[in-house]
């Protein structure tokens, strides 16, 4: 069983930067599609970014400029750089993986508030 642990969410103010990280368990990572998801209340679970086996890269459009997903093999985690942060990007945001199956993290709070 694969299993995914989120840290580096947080309160940030308006304009400001977080890194999140996901770290995976087991020895398989390199083949898995990483994502990150974030939910805000009342609206659905959406796509934020995510990269694949060959580095290729997609990010939502409200994102695009602003967030950088990479990935580490070698240590089995995947990270996402937010940077300009605004009130529209808080939300739980969750990592994801697919190999076979999906996996999901239990999600960081990210808080964009003055």
């Known amino acids: 069983q694969v299993q995914l642990v989120e840290s580096g969410g947080g309160l940030v103010q308006p304009g400001g930067s977080l890194r999140l990280s996901c770290a995976a368990s087991?020895?398989?990572?390199?083949?898995?599609?990483m994502g990150w998801y974030r939910q805000a209340p009342g609206k659905q679970r959406e796509l934020v970014a995510s990269?694949?086996?060959?580095?290729?890269?997609n990010y939502a459009d409200s994102v695009k400029g602003r967030f950088t997903i990479s990935r580490d093999n070698a240590k089995n985690t995947v990270a996402l750089q937010m940077n300009s942060l605004s009130p529209e990007d808080a939300a739980v945001y969750y990592c994801?993986?697919?190999?076979?199956?999906?996996?999901w993290g239990r999600g960081t709070q990210v808080t964009v508030s003055s």
């Open positions: 994801h993986g697919r190999w076979g199956a999906d996996y």
């Open positions: 087991g020895t398989m990572f390199k083949f898995f599609v």
């Open positions: 990269i694949n086996i060959g580095g290729t890269i």
